[in-house]
């Protein structure tokens, strides 16, 4: 109906959130929106990268190339990325790397001095901006785990050295995946399944337990006091129909019901460290409104350009 309104009001329910990982319902809205949130996060979210590295000397067993590569995709602490202005952008200075507002200077200096291997690790690299720095990872396998390791970067034997300097800058996943924030990012349409109690009574435990035991995963179980089959953990639904399969075969089709809701999503969040899940999430937020904002924009442009013609265009200086 003409002049009638789809607007929706998107409702987000946090169910777990750590540092790196964020589980939340997305609630009252499309997969479009879910999946422009999901790409949004994946590869329009900045972060800090090295971009640029100049070294000073290598003799180790790994050429440049290979070790400038290796430093690229060590994830840094990004919180202030999102602050920081992209080096294309920057009229403060010409790409030196000697600007605080849109790049950061690391320096590496190692040399192997005794007859046992020296690990070069992401720890070694010395940040001129305290905010801005490798992300630490603790192995606790075969080592204290109160020891921050760091990301191996190199191995050096005796009188092998490296010193180079690096410069990290702003950028986004869409350009290269060492600027990506995240580690994965899913969402799933939340499951709605429905068991038909009338034909559930007809059949017999065995029976019962092989449909149980049909699915892949620990959807249903069979209550120890009831004896009836029940939905134990929907979510662990993989929209396999292996259960549907099953009742066929049993032939008893319309034993279970399985639905996806197409309004409420289910989403995992698996961060890099370089920002935390959460706040991936609301950058990302930001982000999809500010191209909304653009497209909104454009329209009205549009309308402009409609209702005045070349008036409109001229006002705009076009």
């Known amino acids: 109906m003409e002049g009638a309104s789809y607007q929706r009001f998107p409702k987000i329910k946090i169910r777990e959130l750590k540092d790196d990982y964020a589980k939340f319902e997305l609630r009252d809205t499309d997969a479009s929106m879910a999946n422009a949130l999901r790409r949004v996060m994946i590869a329009e979210v900045p972060t800090i990268a090295i971009d640029l590295v100049e070294i000073e000397v290598n003799s180790s067993v790994l050429n440049d190339e290979f070790i400038a590569h290796r430093l690229g995709l060590i994830p840094l602490t990004s919180e202030r990325a999102m602050s920081m202005r992209f080096s294309r ?33 992401s720890n070694d690299l010395y940040s001129s901006d305290h905010t801005v720095v490798p992300v630490n990872f603790t192995d606790s396998a075969g080592y204290d785990s109160s020891e921050q390791r760091g990301i191996i970067i190199v191995k050096l034997r005796r009188g092998q050295e490296l010193r180079l300097r690096a410069i990290a800058r702003k950028g986004i996943g869409k350009d290269h995946a060492k600027w990506s924030p995240a580690a994965t990012v899913t969402f799933m349409y939340e499951p709605e399944i429905h068991i038909n109690e009338d034909m559930m009574d007809t059949l017999t435990l065995e029976e019962k337990q092989s449909f149980v035991e049909s699915s892949p995963t620990r959807v249903f179980d069979i209550d120890p006091n009831t004896q009836q089959v029940v939905v134990v953990d929907p979510e662990a639904y993989t929209y396999d129909d292996e259960v549907l399969k099953k009742a066929e075969a049993m032939g008893k089709p319309g034993l279970v019901e399985i639905y996806a809701k197409e309004d409420s999503f289910i989403f995992t969040v698996e961060s890099t ?12 937020i930001d982000i999809l409104k500010q191209k909304l904002d653009a497209v909104r924009l454009s329209e009205d442009t549009v309308e402009a350009d409609d209702q005045f013609g070349e008036l409109g265009a001229h006002m705009r200086g076009g």
């Open 273 to 284: 460290g370089a920002i935390k899940a959460s706040q991936m999430v609301l950058n990302a």
């Open 89 to 121: 952008d920057c009229d403060a200075c010409d790409g030196d790397g000697q600007c605080e507002f849109c790049s950061v200077e690391f320096h590496l200096r190692a040399k192997c001095m005794s007859d046992q291997t020296l690990d070069v690790t």
